[in-house]
């Protein structure tokens, strides 16, 4: 038994048969920032892969020539030549002879044209079943569902060839009628499959909002449902012709083919196959030409996966992950002003400068970052999606995704440069990754491993971190457990991280992080996916872990709220750098930089006992893409105070009230900042 | 403020509302794979409100506090097992089919994530045309139309004729918008429609739902989990905890001077860009008292918050507050001042 | 999960009787007889019709049914048109010879492939290309094709292994195995390949996952991040296509039965179906289907007990 999906259950597009772990997971809408940053590149380099084109040639060049063969064939495909047999290729016979003599080309060639129209067939069939039964499946839920994919689950459980068998003997040899048999055999595969895609894609919104519009059902799934699974349908189709192709060649092979003379390329292998010892040439024409068709077959479904693939932004790169390495050592911006350290502290736990992240063949995404965390201190890089502050986290452990790298930049942990000499950000972080820097980040349902308990996880640190027994190592991740105000720590441990809600799996992956009892936390938007209440418990966690255990804190967010509540010092990012540095109350209370005050501006939790503004204050535009970015100041697009000289290169500088010749405490990228007052009440918005 | 509360009886209120929900249940199918006999508890539970011409009513709460549930039973995008939905004065609860197209062209969404509520193999003007269309217009004055509403959210009109894909964030809601306005509704369910965006493009819309509902008097359903945001674009507010109203008044009432603990612990809980003033709100939550969101723990026979809740006694386990008036607010708990 | 369980076993009994209803229609659905069949082409038309008589073909299709099915039941597969010998004895001789044909091709393909697969998902680049190139042309190859070649090149001309034949395990183990090389090398370059490529997209999408970040971020040394994490992560997808690739392997022994002259269960359909022996037929299609279903349940069992979300729904 054979079906496409079992031939090919790694099809990019459709999450086909074997759900991968986690893969249930609910479907999450692509943050905006991903989107707009879809890389051209895989798009492009699908359609650049030749595979495709050269599959789909050969196709339709097979077709054709089998199709007018009777105009141009040499020879009659009966046409006997005894003293001419078993002969290799010549200027006569192109392609060599057989047993009786007759000319291989001329076979291969007539046999083309059933083996392709039947095999098509097999599709049409397979599709006209599955493609209705899926859209109807979908639409109608649960109570037709589970009828229709237990049916297909029988379908599919039935021996197909050996059914197929069964059947000629019932029906002879008519090849057209058995290949469409074998259509509704292999449907039940292609039902499943495309149940899956129509699945999700009724799941979209655009689904329901044409529902809301008024469309009838049929037109739905006709318009919106059915073009959005047209890539999986080709894949599907593309995949199975060439399946059809072998099975027939097969049964051919074993004698239930067209009967001789009569050509079909599995029974020319067969009698090949008899004279193997003393002519083997003779299946090699023919082996390499089935061979050819079906690869032709699966390098079309893999362009056209390919293609949908890197069209929705989910191609797969086959480059090794995580890496980073250091090209320069020259740091950007140096002439930025540094900040005063905070008060309190000798030299600070860690100290970003000049940090320049880029992808590989395009645009940087963070240039010229610099900050510093002193112990026990908590530091906020805040700022909209596209700004590069969650990248500029990611450096801190050297974990930057693929195709991102840490291009220049020192990172002193203590003092100590890591990437002095150009060591490579991935390996000089790791001796620092778990002891001394921990992270946590947005989703923590998917940041702990489904395979794993609870308590497996956190065992295997701690036992590392802190050379304990598994049994001590148990107490501590109780411990531990209760520390995160985790109530019934047993229970917990003995979970699996599907089994948590969203704020429980947070604070697990905040006791994962303190196993090593780590000096630095890195948060990447902490509480972006938890409940406001939720929030503002792993809030306060986070804040008694600050103050209990003198921990530091780096936390990512674009909520000015989590900002205030949790900061002392904040970097307010914008388009890859930073445009205001300073404590918290400071730059809070009174921004020195438009975007800054503009931020707060278009907040709608005003103080308490104030009235709402009858508009929002706004800041139109969006974030300029990262190729857009110039030297000079990079918010001067949309910033409403912006003159002609915004457009030259600018540093940090003390903002305005910090006393001249002291070392700042609050600095900004802005040329008129010492011009504007921006704590002054807000303007209307002059949209 | 008679927009939210529940009203004793028809001679209560003059206007036909826009929209009104009684005692909407909504009860998921049991989760695949489950036994039959356990019956799921129900995602919306006796939902009462009122939806004034002209008005917004936000509809706040967390996850799994129902409020899209009742957006979708509203738009007949999920099957009602109990209650009404009535639009003008007509029953949609288990309306037909064809008794839903006849209502489509006023009764319009637009939903949270801006990415996959347009699709993107249609162009801007296809999606647009569509709901015109369906209503017998020409496609040339369909086109014609979706120009001009393109113009009124803030898109210039040659946009008409590109694909999704070309556009941020912020301008795709901006044509999601668009799409609810262009057959000139009454009431526009919106659902979340800024949960997606960035604060400044966040501001942007919020501008412009605000302007175009001055403007043409439209009623908004707005469904949202911020409640700066709701405050900001609502007249009145129904807060859901689990599938239950907790709360329900004039939009200032009930975020300023929250009377159910539940609202109580929303409001504090949601911080604001202030150190100084958010560590006092910090302090403020933390002297509530409020139980931690992972204990809470569902009994049908009372208040859905009770497991949490600083005031619940022994009765809030077992007996369900009803709706009672508090100042000019709807509360539902047995001890709330 | 005794609820799963007994739903899979209700599954599978739904299957097998489809295939018993499917078979036995398509039996009685031909224009032949088994009395015309038994007694040969020069048989007179009476004679046929009192063989047929005596067969019980004659009798209400229900009654036939019911007779057929109450015979299952107690292990009667009935007996063979062609010499009338006992179908289930002869089964029972059959199924151990494709059985493990099936098995050692799925254990070769799992090997070879996991091997391949995690090569090209770790190394990436060239590699990766390669082998992905290479899985591709694999599962494009036609068996029979792919079995003569390797006649050819390991039988005739290095004369390593037996071309054809089948030597049974208690007669001479090392026979055994050198029977089964050319057969199952043959079937595990088709499995190797698509159990690799299942492989690399696993492994690959588990080192992108979030949870291997936190991994990583936590100082976990990369050969556990790799082999004990995501290859835990990726076993559930491969596990799946190697139970789905005994059940082709199985299916696919037709052929290669019949190429290497091995007396297996594709052999006996194969000549079943020429000499229209129905009843034949008829148990091939019922063992076949009753391994699927076995395999599949096996299958279900073995995803339950590597991914926790399956074991704890």
Redesign the interface.
């Known amino acids: 038994m054979t079906s496409p999906t079992d031939q090919r259950p790694d099809l990019p597009a459709a999450t086909p048969v074997p759900p991968a772990p986690g893969a249930q997971a609910m479907p999450v809408p692509p943050p905006p920032e991903q989107v707009r940053r879809v890389p051209r590149g895989p798009r492009l380099a699908a359609l650049r892969r030749p595979g495709p084109a050269i599959g789909l040639t050969w196709l339709l060049l097979v077709l054709a020539a089998s199709l007018t063969s009777p105009l141009w064939l040499p020879y009659g495909t009966a046409e006997q030549d005894l003293a001419r047999r078993f002969e290799g290729p010549s200027a006569d016979h192109w392609l060599g002879t057989d047993d009786l003599g007759r000319d291989l080309l001329t076979r291969i060639v007539a046999a083309a044209g059933v083996a392709l129209t039947a095999s098509l067939v097999t599709v049409l069939v397979a599709l006209v079943i599955a493609v209705p039964l899926a859209l109807a499946a979908a639409e109608r839920g649960p109570r037709v569902e589970r009828w229709t994919s237990r049916v297909s689950e029988v379908l599919l459980a039935l021996p197909a060839t050996i059914i197929m068998l069964a059947v000629i003997g019932v029906i002879g040899v008519r090849t057209y009628w058995i290949m469409a048999v074998l259509g509704v055999l292999i449907s039940a595969a292609v039902y499943r499959v495309l149940l899956g895609v129509a699945q999700s894609v009724r799941q979209r919104l655009y689904v329901d909002a044409a529902r809301v519009d008024g469309l009838r059902s049929w037109m739905v799934n006709a318009r919106h449902v059915l073009p959005g699974m047209a890539s999986v349908v080709a894949v599907q189709a593309a995949q199975l012709f060439g399946v059809a192709i072998l099975i027939q060649s097969g049964l051919a092979f074993i004698g239930f083919g067209p009967a001789d003379p009569e050509p079909s390329w599995g029974g020319m292998i067969a009698v090949a196959s008899r004279y193997v010892y003393t002519a083997p040439w003779m299946m090699v024409p023919t082996g390499v030409v089935l061979a050819l068709t079906v690869i032709a077959a699966n390098a079309v479904a893999d362009g056209i996966a390919a293609h949908a693939a890197s069209v929705s932004g989910h191609a797969s790169s086959g480059r090794r992950s995580g890496r980073v390495t250091l090209l320069g050592a020259t740091h950007g911006r140096a002439d930025d002003v540094r900040l005063a350290v905070p008060a309190g502290a000798g030299t600070p736990l860690l100290e970003v400068e000049g940090l320049r992240v880029a992808t590989t063949e395009g645009p940087e995404l963070v240039t010229g970052v610099s900050f510093s965390v002193g112990a026990g201190r908590v530091v906020g890089l805040v700022g909209e999606s596209g700004c590069g502050k969650s990248m500029t986290a990611r450096s801190l452990l050297g974990l930057l995704p693929t195709g991102v790298r840490l291009t220049q930049g020192a990172l002193r942990w203590e003092g100590t440069d890591l990437l002095a000499g150009g060591a490579s950000a991935d390996k000089a972080l790791r001796r620092l990754r778990g002891r001394e820097i921990a992270m946590i980040s947005q989703e923590p349902m998917v940041a702990l491993d489904p395979m794993f308990s609870v308590r497996s996880q956190l065992v295997a640190p701690l036992r590392r971190f802190r050379g304990v027994s598994r049994r001590e190592a148990v107490g501590l991740a109780t411990d531990l457990l209760a520390q995160v105000g985790i109530v019934d720590a047993a229970r917990v441990l003995d979970s699996y991280p599907h089994q948590l809600s969203g704020g429980m799996a947070q604070r697990v992956a905040i006791a994962l992080a303190l196993t090593g009892e780590p000096r630095l936390l890195v948060a990447d938007e902490p509480t972006t996916a938890l409940d406001v209440t939720v929030q503002a418990e792993i809030l306060s966690l986070l804040r008694s872990l600050v103050t209990d255990t003198g921990l530091s804190v780096v936390i990512v967010s674009h909520d000015l709220g989590v900002i205030a509540d949790l900061c002392d010092d904040v970097n307010v990012m914008y388009a890859g750098e930073v445009v205001e540095s300073g404590s918290c109350e400071a730059v809070l209370a009174s921004p020195a930089h438009p975007y800054t005050a503009a931020l707060l501006e278009a907040n709608p939790h005003v103080p308490e006992g104030e009235a709402l503004p009858h508009r929002l204050p706004s800041i139109g535009g969006t974030v300029p893409a990262p190729a857009a970015w110039t030297s000079g100041c990079r918010f001067a697009g949309r910033c409403r105070f912006a003159t002609r000289a915004c457009a030259e290169p600018l540093v940090l500088t003390a903002a305005p009230g910090v006393p001249v010749g002291a070392v700042p405490d609050h600095a900004v990228r802005c040329v008129r900042a010492d011009d504007l007052s921006l704590t002054a009440a807000p303007e209307e918005d002059p949209r | 403020m008679s927009a939210t509360l529940p009203t004793p009886g028809p001679s209560a209120s003059a206007v036909v509302p826009a929209l009104e929900v009684r005692d909407l249940v909504v009860r998921y199918g049991r989760a695949p794979g489950r036994l039959r006999r356990r019956a799921s508890a129900p995602a919306v539970d006796g939902v009462d409100l009122v939806l004034a011409p002209g008005r917004t009513v936000g509809l706040v709460g967390e996850s799994g506090s129902g409020k899209s549930t009742i957006a979708k039973a509203v738009l007949g995008l999920q099957a009602v097992s109990d209650g009404t939905v009535t639009f003008r004065g007509q029953d949609l609860t288990s309306a037909s089919a064809r008794e839903r197209r006849a209502v489509a062209a006023d009764l319009r969404v637009v939903f949270q994530d801006p990415y996959s509520s347009l699709n993107p193999t249609r162009t801007i003007g296809d999606t647009l045309a569509e709901p015109l269309r369906l209503q017998g217009l020409g496609a040339a004055q369909a086109r014609e139309r979706a120009v001009e509403v393109l113009e009124q959210v803030g898109l210039p009109g040659e946009v008409v004729d590109r694909y999704p894909g070309q556009f941020s964030g912020g301008q795709r809601q901006r044509v999601a918008i668009a799409r609810a306005l262009v057959c000139r509704p009454e009431v526009v369910v919106l659902d979340e429609p800024v949960s997606a965006l960035d604060l400044s493009t966040q501001a942007q819309v919020l501008n412009l739902l605000a302007d175009l509902r001055d403007e043409h008097g439209y009623s908004f359903l707005f469904v949202a989990h911020d409640l700066g945001v709701v405050r900001f674009l609502s007249d009145d507010v129904v807060v859901l905890y689990r599938g239950r109203v907790m709360e329900s008044g004039p939009a200032e009432e009930v975020t300023q001077r929250p009377r159910h603990p539940y609202t109580q612990a929303l409001v504090a809980a949601s911080p604001v860009p202030r150190p100084g003033e958010q560590a006092e709100r910090r302090l403020a939550r933390e002297r509530l008292g409020v139980g931690s969101a992972s204990t809470a723990s569902a009994d049908p026979a009372g208040c859905p918050f009770a497991s949490r809740c600083p005031l619940a006694t022994d009765t809030c386990s077992t007996e369900r507050p009803a709706l009672r008036l508090l100042g000019e607010a709807q509360v539902s708990c047995h001890h709330a001042s | 999960m005794t609820?799963?369980v007994l739903r899979r076993l209700l599954?599978?009994v739904?299957?097998l009787a489809?295939?018993v209803l499917?078979?036995f229609l398509?039996?009685h659905?031909?224009s032949g007889s088994p009395g015309a069949v038994v007694l040969g082409p020069s048989a007179t038309p009476e004679a046929i019709a009192a063989k047929n008589a005596e067969l019980g073909w004659d009798d209400p299709l229900l009654v036939q049914l019911g007779d057929y099915v109450g015979g299952l039941l107690t292990g009667d597969l009935g007996v063979s048109l062609a010499d009338s010998r006992s179908i289930a004895d002869d089964m029972a001789a059959r199924l151990p010879v494709t059985a493990s044909i099936a098995a050692l091709a799925t254990l070769a393909s799992g090997i070879l492939g996991v091997l391949l697969g995690v090569t090209a998902a770790v190394r990436?680049?060239w590699v990766?290309?390669l082998a992905t190139t290479g899985a591709?042309?694999g599962?494009?190859?036609?068996?029979?094709?792919v079995g003569?070649?390797l006649?050819?090149v390991l039988a005739?001309r290095l004369g390593l292994v037996p071309a054809t034949g089948y030597t049974a395990l208690g007669e001479d183990p090392a026979g055994w195995a050198r029977s089964l090389v050319l057969p199952v090398l043959t079937l595990a370059v088709g499995g190797a390949a698509?159990v690799a490529?299942?492989a690399?997209?696993?492994l690959?999408?588990?080192?992108?996952?979030?949870?291997v970040?936190?991994?990583?971020?936590?100082?976990?040394p990369e050969w556990k991040v790799r082999y004990v994490?995501a290859l835990?992560?990726?076993s559930?997808?491969?596990?799946?296509?190697l139970g789905?690739?005994f059940?082709?392997l199985?299916?696919?022994s037709?052929?290669i039965e019949?190429?290497f002259a091995l007396p297996g269960l594709?052999q006996a359909?194969?000549a079943?179906?020429?000499s229209?022996d129905?009843p034949v037929?008829?148990a091939?299609?019922i063992v076949?289907?009753l391994v699927?279903?076995l395999v599949?349940l096996a299958l279900d069992l073995v995803v339950a007990a590597?991914?926790?979300?399956v074991r704890?729904?």
Not at chain 3, 213 to 220: I, S
Not at chain 3, 306 to 309: S, T, V, W, Y
């Open positions: 609820a799963f599954m599978g739904a299957t489809a295939a499917i078979s398509l039996v659905a031909g990436g680049g990766r290309r591709g042309i599962l494009s190859l036609p068996q029979f094709w003569v070649v006649t050819y005739i698509i490529r299942t690399t997209t696993g690959e999408e588990a080192l992108r996952a979030e949870h970040r936190t991994l990583r971020a936590m100082g976990t994490h835990r992560y990726a559930v997808p491969v596990v799946s296509v789905i690739q059940i082709v199985f299916g696919g037709i052929i019949q190429l594709g359909a194969a079943a179906v020429s229209k129905a037929v008829q091939v299609v076949a289907t699927v279903v599949n590597l991914d926790p979300k704890t729904a």
